[in-house]
C-alpha cells in the first residue's frame, strides 16, 4: 500500500471506524451505508478509482518524490516550476470533472495545505519532523483532509478569551499530546475524511491556550460531528435521481465539529503556544496561495457544467435565440473564462518560494476570493431570470410519469421545445433547479460566497498583500512620475511643449 493511493474500495473501508457522527437525533452506525453519506463517499470512490484507470492517471498522477518509488495525486506533491503547476492545475481540473465540479472538498483540496509540508517543513519547528512526516504519508496513500478553522459566530465581539468555553482551546498539556475542547465551523465534508484538520482564522489571540494547529482523526475518542440536514437524506425520501440528481450524490454536508477533552498526541501538532507564529500561518504557510488556486480551477469547471445546463434549458424553453438571452448566456460563459484565466496565470506565473518550491501567484487567488462572491450569486441570478418559471413548471415527481391518468396530459403540456418531449425537458429542468434552487443549491451560493473568506476580509487582505509587497507604493510612484512632469509653470520635461505663444495669442485677443 505505501507504494500507491487508496482504491476507491480501500477508501470506503478506511472510513468505516467509529467516528461519532450525529444526524436527526441518531449517531450514524456506519457512515458508508447510511442514506445521508452513502452515494457522496461513492462518488469520492470514483476519484480514488481515477488515480489507478490508466487512461486518466498520465493527467492525475506523477511519481511520489517521497522516495517510496509510487505514484500520487499531483497536487500532493511540491512543484518547483510553472510547468509543475500547470500540470497540478489539469490534475484538479480533471478530479472536478468527475464530480461536475460540486465538490469543494475533495481530497485536493487538502492538499493546498498537505503538498506544502515538504518545503515549508521548518517553519513548523519545533514541529518540524511532525511536517514531513505527515508530508510523506498524506502523499503516499492520498489521504482525505478537511479542516474546520473558523470560531463558531458566538460572541464575536469578545475577545477569545472571554469566549474560552465555546472556542478550542487546550486545556492541559501531558506527557502524550494536548487536551482540547471547543467548537469549530463548519466542517465541510469531514463525514468523507480520514482526518480534520483545526487551525485559527479570524480573531486575535493573546493567550497560548488558542494558540494549536492540529490534526485530529475523524475517529478520535471525544470528536463529535453534528450534521445540519442532509440533502442527500431528503432526496432519498423525497424523491428519486431523476428528482434531484445533484442533492442525492453531490452533498458533502456541513458539521459543526465538537472536540471534547480530545487527547490530540504530540506527533500530531504543527504549532502549539507560539501566539506569533499561529497569527502567521495564513500569510506563510503556503496554505492560501495553493486553496485559491483550487478552488478558481474548480470553479472554472462548475461553471462549465452550468453553462451547458442553462444552454440546454433556454432551447427546451425556445427562448434561446432571443437577443437579451444570448447575451447573459454570454456573460455566463464570460464568467467562466475570467475564472479559467485567473487559474492560468496563478499557473504561468509563479512565485519562488522555500527551498526551490513555487506558488501559484497569489495576486490572482486573491482577485478569484474578490469575483467569486458577485460572480457565482450574479450566474445564479441569470438561470432565475431567464428559464423562470419553467423551473417550476414540473411534475412533483418520476412516479407522475408512470401514472396512466396523468401521462397524457405531462406529454402534451410539459414538453419541451424543438420536439424534446416531457421526460427529456423534466430531466433537464429538474438537474437545473437542483442546481440553483433546491436546498442544495442554496447551500452551493452561501458556499461559493464565503468558503475563501468573509465578504470584508477577502478584499482587506488583498489591500493588505498589495500593501506589503510594496505593490500599492509602486502604483502611486507610477501616478508621482506623472505628476512630476508639470506644473504650475507648464511642462518640467524637455520632449513636451505647452504652446506658450497659442497662449500668448488667446490673451491678446481676449484684452482686445
Request: aromatic share 12%.
Amino acid at each position: 500500500m505505501g507504494d500507491r493511493p487508496f482504491t476507491g474500495d480501500e477508501y470506503i473501508e478506511s472510513i468505516r471506524d467509529s467516528r461519532e457522527i450525529f444526524l436527526y437525533g441518531e449517531r450514524v452506525q456506519d457512515v458508508t451505508a447510511h442514506p445521508a453519506f452513502h452515494n457522496a463517499i461513492r462518488m469520492t470512490a470514483r476519484l480514488y478509482d481515477a488515480l489507478h484507470d490508466p487512461g486518466q492517471r498520465p493527467v492525475l498522477t506523477t511519481a511520489t518524490d517521497t522516495g517510496s518509488g509510487g505514484y500520487t495525486h499531483r497536487f500532493f506533491t511540491t512543484p518547483r516550476s510553472a510547468e509543475d503547476l500547470v500540470a497540478d492545475q489539469q490534475a484538479i481540473a480533471a478530479w472536478a470533472r468527475l464530480s461536475y465540479g460540486w465538490m469543494g472538498r475533495s481530497p485536493d483540496y487538502k492538499a493546498s495545505f498537505l503538498g506544502t509540508l515538504g518545503a515549508n517543513a521548518d517553519f513548523y519547528a519545533p514541529f518540524a519532523d511532525n511536517a514531513r512526516r505527515w508530508y510523506r504519508e498524506s502523499q503516499e496513500k492520498v489521504l482525505y483532509w478537511n479542516h474546520a478553522i473558523v470560531h463558531p459566530p458566538v460572541d464575536r465581539n469578545l475577545p477569545p478569551d472571554q469566549v474560552a468555553d465555546v472556542f478550542v482551546h487546550v486545556e492541559r498539556e501531558t506527557d502524550a499530546g494536548v487536551v482540547v475542547s471547543g467548537a469549530k465551523v463548519v466542517a465541510t465534508g469531514s463525514v468523507l475524511t480520514h482526518y480534520n484538520f483545526v487551525a485559527h482564522y479570524g480573531l486575535p489571540i493573546k493567550d497560548k491556550k488558542f494558540a494549536l494547529v492540529a490534526t485530529v482523526p475523524m475517529d478520535a475518542p471525544g470528536m463529535k460531528l453534528i450534521c445540519r440536514p442532509s440533502y442527500a437524506a431528503s432526496a432519498a425520501v423525497m424523491g428519486s435521481p431523476f428528482d434531484y440528481p445533484l442533492s442525492s450524490r453531490l452533498d458533502e454536508n456541513d458539521t459543526i465539529l465538537i472536540l471534547d477533552k480530545v487527547l490530540i498526541p504530540w506527533e500530531n501538532v504543527f504549532i502549539y503556544g507560539d501566539v506569533a507564529k499561529v497569527q502567521a500561518f495564513s500569510g506563510q504557510s503556503g496554505f492560501v496561495e495553493r486553496f485559491t488556486f483550487h478552488g478558481c480551477t474548480r470553479l472554472a469547471v462548475k461553471l462549465e457544467f452550468i453553462a451547458g445546463l442553462l444552454a440546454k434549458a433556454l432551447e427546451l424553453t425556445g427562448t434561446k435565440d432571443f437577443r437579451g438571452v444570448q447575451t447573459r448566456l454570454g456573460e455566463v460563459l464570460a464568467w467562466r473564462n475570467l475564472f479559467w484565466a485567473l487559474s492560468d496565470a496563478a499557473a504561468r506565473n509563479p512565485v519562488p518560494w522555500r527551498d526551490g518550491a513555487v506558488l501559484p501567484n497569489p495576486q490572482y487567488g486573491m482577485a478569484y476570493r474578490w469575483f467569486m462572491q458577485i460572480g457565482y450569486p450574479r450566474v445564479r441570478e441569470v438561470v432565475m431570470q431567464d428559464v423562470a418559471s419553467g423551473l417550476i413548471y414540473l411534475n412533483s415527481g418520476v412516479q407522475d410519469f408512470k401514472n396512466p391518468e396523468i401521462r397524457p396530459y405531462l406529454d402534451k403540456y410539459m414538453r419541451g421545445s424543438n420536439g424534446a418531449d416531457s421526460v427529456e425537458r423534466a430531466k433537464v429542468m429538474k438537474l437545473l433547479w437542483d442546481a440553483v434552487g433546491t436546498e442544495f443549491g442554496g447551500r452551493h451560493e452561501l458556499y461559493e460566497r464565503n468558503y475563501a473568506g468573509n465578504h470584508e476580509n477577502t478584499r482587506v487582505e488583498l489591500l493588505a498583500m498589495q500593501e506589503a509587497g510594496g505593490q500599492l507604493d509602486d502604483y502611486k510612484a507610477f501616478v508621482d512620475q506623472c505628476l512630476a512632469e508639470y506644473d504650475l509653470d507648464g511642462w518640467t520635461v524637455p520632449d513636451l511643449s505647452a504652446f506658450d505663444d497659442l497662449r500668448r495669442q488667446r490673451d491678446r485677443m481676449i484684452n482686445d
